[in-house]
Structure formats: C-alpha cells, structure tokens
C-alpha cells in the first residue's frame, strides 16, 4: 500500500529556504488522479495546508504562502519536495507530506508521519 515519508533537515537559520522531500513507496506520484499536498503544523496550533503538486506537474499554493513556496517533484525518484524561502521562527512547525484525490470532495487518505522542522539562528 502506498507510505509516505518526509526526509530533511530539522534545523533551518532564519532567512535561509527550508526543503523537505517526500519520498512515495507503493504507488507513482504520477498516476492519475491523485494530488500530492505538503501540510504544516506549528506549536499549540491547527493544520495548514500549504500547496500541491498534481499527478500531471500542476502546482497550487496557499495563498498565505505563495510567494514564498514552490513545490517540485522527481519522477524518477517518484519524490516530490518543498522548498520554503525567507524562513522566520513562525515557520517553525511539523511538516507532513499527504496524499488525496485530485478531483471530489475526498479528504486525505495517506500521510506521512511527519517531520520536525525548527527554525533558529
């Protein structure tokens, strides 16, 4: 069945770009119709979603978070990886990959376990 597992350094200095890959065992990122989605979770707070990435390469954002974020995918790999830029501490958070359809109403159906991510000088 399909896992999901986020790969990455914990610590990231402020102003620096935080990248996180997401590494897909058990099916292809790229077979239709599914969506590739990173979600972050800081201290004491809900779940943020921040952008996909699309069976087909489509990319959307958060638009809290657009300017900052860009999401890329290696096919070869079957890996597809966040990159956060102009970090500050508020990015601080549990960063997590999910998988969901691309199209209906269905919510996530497989999730990674999470990643710590710290931001700090």
């Known amino acids: 069945q399909v896992q999901l597992q986020e790969s990455g350094p914990g610590l990231v200095k402020p102003s620096q770009t935080l990248s996180l890959t997401c590494t897909v065992s058990?099916?292809?990122?790229?077979?239709?119709?599914?969506?590739w989605n990173w979600i972050r979770q800081p201290p004491g707070k809900g779940l943020e979603w921040m952008g996909v990435i699309a069976y087909d390469g489509s990319t959307y954002y958060s638009p809290a978070l657009r300017s900052r974020t860009s999401i890329s995918r290696d096919t070869s790999k079957n890996q597809f990886s966040l990159q956060l830029s102009s970090v500050t501490p508020e990015d601080t958070a549990v960063y997590y990959c999910?998988?969901?359809?691309?199209?209906?109403?269905?919510?996530?159906?497989?999730w990674g376990q999470g990643t710590q991510v710290t931001v700090s000088s």
């Open positions: 058990g099916g292809s990122i790229t077979t239709s119709s599914y969506a």
């Open positions: 999910a998988r969901r359809q691309w199209l209906g109403n269905d919510e996530y159906d497989y």
